[in-house]
């Protein structure tokens, strides 16, 4: 066996809504071969990963994978169950999967579930591994690889701070994107988005960070606001600590100037030895050391969130209880074998180290690792509280004083928080702190707020959700509107016309289509930008006011959607492109991935279909949401059923644009006024702007808006290399992106309308990745559209080799009946483009279907320039197009 690809598709797909991994497996020696056919194979994969025994599988109950093991099922299938069992084991929660035959004899498309990326891809990796040894009785180690998925997934998840604050946002349906892969998250889409970084937010200043991290000068702060400190000074050699020490008197705390989560703190010590210990600690950490007094009682930390106080906990120092048997380290190796423990900040609770710190805090004590307390006494570890160096913490929110509260709130607001987690000593929360009986010890920024959702005893307190109600009050919003175009043809068209159509509102747009990524009209991004990495940089500008995304069908399948959900989702049409591809081998395989898109519509927003498209009507069932329809023809009888029954369409009606919903219509403009519409020949394109008129009333555009907007619609700056017209030396040329049948057919057919004088030059080709039969009928359908025809064939043979593509186009082209002599091959775009030109006679109309449309254009621009030279004309700056 072997594992061909895998990865990791993150957004909504074509098999879930949730994160999956696809891989492709080759078996080998045991393709077609059940599992009972392998001797004693059930009985090893089981004995292996006992806990397989309680999948479902298709049978619904626990025990039924263990069913289709005795019934016979292919390894696939069992490498799809250890894949998701070795992240359950991990502490993943994942459940979905599924199997099929890729159409190529061995290989295995395996889907299931992924809960952290790259932990989810070892796993698919190691199930491989697990099953073949398996089959093949040999030994597996499963508690090392559950070991590794754990590990990865640790460290490719969520701290636990982040987590809460992420899992409050998804409550409240607000979009979170991850921005790195650390604790970078933005919450919302666009301009309505906040970002915070575990529990650092937006709001959140650059320069009160820097304070809270001086803890003199943030000390100094409070002290002038009255609020009580501890006295003491900063040192920066060891004979200046201890002079601070003896001046403000024992007991005292040493700890760094900038440090953070109680690294190097020392507390209550009581000599000059003491300080010097911790003061070495310190300055491994920091160049500068705070010493200062030493302020008895119970440590409390108390957090702030917008000025409010919505938990507060005890924090209690890392300690072990005796039980008469095991000594002070045996005592740590079992407290650290708590589940609810972990490395850092991935668990509840972090594993207690043992460390210089706790070496010195026994030791003051005159205890030793090895000794064995008695029962139920009480081991403190060290003297510092954070939950970071393994102490726990109680709830004591309720019992917080309200003068506590309220001194908190101005300790946040003097250092400049908006977050803050605000440590105090005190003999008890419940009474006012004042000078002399307790002390602010230190304000932080960044506070970890996993003490508050998970502690030891008492009440969670939901802090993730208080972040997020100060950074989204109630009623506030953090989605902007999104409309997905996706289908075969069209879909760059209409993408930019209802761009174009939101502009005139003055909306800040967001666009992404086959030419780049555009905010507010200016590109940010050039090529080919229509998967979900685009629509992501477009929904994390934080200028757009609403997306209008082009969708096309490789994004969806190698790497889902860009968003979890959008207002608007419209199908241009399905038609037969890209078959044979990423496992597609039908139109209705294509249309199950175009509808992604529909699936992802909210209930309340809109699906718009072409009522024209057997196939995409066919979409109406699966629609959860409003549907709007359009139509060439105003007399089509499944529109009129639509629209009597209360629905909404819009129909071209004599000519005109017109929205029509029960009994009424509206007529909306000329589709000939339609500049794009070349006059109401170009019916494609009058097709695109029905299309993008309903997508625009349904996101409340008002009809007198969409009208004006489509009439000025058309010019290069609109719709650059869609049936863009140019004028060469007496030459008419057009350049089209059509590269499938249907589009070819549809640009013949608007050149036909156009009534050409003379002979019409097509320039020609296919992308290489399509099959032979589809490019030799693109041959057969160019054959029937132009007087002369000039193959070429792109820079990216996409896997052809060079000439195959252009002897695959000739040969349908001779086969629709056309004579040699018709046909001329030159492969490179550049020399076919400029060839067709001069070859061209006056009255004759050259149209060029390009790969890349700078090349084209610049190659027009030399031959118009060639042009003014010859008859001494001034050579223009560009090419000039027709109006």
């Known amino acids: 066996m072997r594992m061909v690809d895998i990865r990791v598709i993150e957004g909504p797909n074509v098999h879930s809504r949730t994160p999956v991994a696809e891989m492709l497996v080759h078996l080998g020696a045991y393709d077609g071969v059940l599992t009972p056919e392998i001797a004693g194979f059930n009985a090893r994969i089981l004995k292996l990963i006992p806990s397989l025994a309680e999948h479902y599988c298709s049978v619904g109950r626990p025990g039924g994978f263990v069913e289709r093991l005795g019934e016979g099922t292919l390894l696939g299938h069992v490498i799809e169950h250890v894949a998701l069992e070795l992240q359950a084991l991990a502490g993943a929660e994942v459940f979905y999967g599924k199997t099929r035959a890729s159409g190529r004899r061995g290989l295995y498309t395996i889907v299931f579930e992924a809960g952290e990326k790259n932990a989810a891809m070892y796993a698919g990796r190691a199930s491989v591994r697990l099953v073949e040894a398996a089959a093949k009785g040999l030994e597996y180690d499963v508690d090392r690889c559950v070991a590794r998925v754990r590990k990865l997934m640790a460290a490719g998840s969520l701290g636990p701070s982040t987590r809460a604050i992420v899992e409050a946002a998804l409550k409240r349906d607000i979009p979170v994107m991850r921005l790195n892969d650390a604790s970078l998250v933005q919450l ?53 600590a201890v002079r601070i020490a003896e001046r403000i008197g024992y007991p005292v705390v040493v700890k760094p100037l900038d440090g953070n989560q109680g690294k190097a703190v020392s507390l209550n010590l009581l000599g000059r030895d003491d300080v010097v210990e911790a003061y070495r600690l310190a300055k491994a950490y920091s160049g500068r050391v705070i010493v200062e007094k030493h302020i008895p009682g119970r440590h409390y930390r108390l957090l702030v969130v917008g000025g409010k106080v919505p938990a507060a906990a005890e924090r209690i120092p890392a300690h072990v209880v005796g039980d008469g048997e095991h000594s002070i380290r045996q005592l740590v190796e079992i407290a650290n074998a708590d589940p609810r423990r972990g490395e850092s900040h ?22 030793a690792l090895d000794d064995v307390p008695e029962a ?3 081991v403190y570890l060290r003297d510092n509280s954070n939950l970071s160096t393994g102490g726990t913490a109680i709830d004591v929110t309720e019992e917080v004083h309200p003068e506590n509260a309220k001194m908190a709130a101005r300790a946040a607001a003097v250092i400049g928080l908006d977050v803050a987690g605000v440590d105090v000593v005190a003999p008890s929360i419940c009474e006012p702190v004042v000078e002399g009986r307790g002390a602010v010890i230190e304000v932080n920024a960044a506070p970890g707020i996993r003490m508050h959702h998970y502690p030891s005893h008492g009440r969670a307190r939901d802090a993730g959700g208080a972040i997020v109600e100060h950074l989204f009050p109630a009623g506030s919003r953090s989605r902007i509107p999104i409309v997905a175009v996706t289908g075969t ?20 747009t967001g666009v992404t289509t086959t030419d780049g990524v555009f905010v507010g009209g200016s590109r940010i991004l050039s090529g080919d930008t229509t998967g979900p990495r685009s629509a992501r940089a477009v929904l994390q500008d934080p200028h757009v006011q609403c997306a209008v995304l082009e969708t096309a069908r490789g994004g969806i399948v190698k790497w889902g959607l860009g968003f979890d959900r959008c207002d608007v989702g419209v199908l241009t049409n399905i038609s037969d492109d890209h078959i044979g591809q990423d496992g597609i081998e039908s139109l209705d395989e ?37 549907i709007i329809l359009f139509s060439m023809s105003g007399e089509n009888l499944l529109v009129k059923r639509h629209t009597v029954a209360g629905g909404a369409a819009v129909v071209l009606k004599k000519g005109l644009v017109t929205l029509t919903k029960g009994g009424s219509e509206q007529r909306i403009l000329q589709a000939r006024c339609i500049p794009a519409s070349l006059r109401g020949r170009a019916r494609f394109n009058i097709e695109n702007a029905l299309a993008a008129t309903a997508a625009c009333i349904a996101l409340g555009v008002p009809t007198a808006t969409i009208r004006d907007a489509l009439k000025s619609f058309g010019s290069d700056a609109d719709n650059p290399g869609r049936l863009d017209l140019f004028s060469v030396g007496g030459v008419k040329v057009i350049v089209d992106y059509a590269h499938n049948v249907s589009a070819l057919r549809r640009a013949a057919e608007t050149i036909r309308a156009l009534h050409v ?7 020609v080709t296919s992308p290489g990745d399509r099959r032979d039969d589809a490019i030799i009928n693109l041959g057969r359908t160019v054959a029937s559209g132009f007087d002369f025809i000039i193959i070429k064939e792109d820079k990216d043979l996409r896997g052809r080799k060079p000439g195959e593509v252009a002897s695959l186009i000739g040969r349908g082209v001779i086969e629709a009946g056309r004579r040699m002599s018709d046909v001329e091959v030159i492969l490179d775009e550049e020399e076919a483009v400029k060839a067709a030109v001069e070859m061209a006679r006056p009255g004759d109309l050259v149209v060029v279907f390009y790969e890349k449309y700078n090349v084209v254009v610049d190659a027009l621009a030399e031959l118009r320039r060639d042009a003014s030279r010859r008859s001494s004309e001034p050579a223009p700056a560009a090419v000039s197009r027709e109006a």
């Open 188 to 240: 919302g889409y666009g301009c309505l988005q906040k970002r915070v970084e575990a529990t650092l937010t937006c709001l959140t200043p650059g320069v009160a960070i820097d304070v809270a991290k001086d803890k003199s000068l943030a000390k100094e702060l409070l002290r002038r606001s009255g609020i009580p400190v501890p006295d003491g000074g900063v040192a920066s050699t060891q004979a200046e």
């Open 376 to 378: 139920g006494r009480v």
């Open 590 to 626: 294509l249309a199950r991935v175009k509808s992604v898109v529909l699936d992802a519509i909210d209930p309340g927003g809109w699906a718009v279909l072409n009522a024209d498209d057997p196939i995409s009507l066919s979409m109406m069932e699966r629609c959860r949401c409003n």
């Open 757 to 763: 004088e003379g002979r019409v030059i097509g320039v």
């Open 489 to 508: 043809n069209g879909k760059t068209t209409v993408t930019r016309m209802i761009a174009h159509v939101l502009a005139q509102c003055g909306v800040v």
């Open 346 to 367: 991935e668990k509840p609770l972090t594993r207690i180290r043992i460390d210089r710190v706790v070496l010195m805090s026994l030791s003051r004590r005159g205890i």
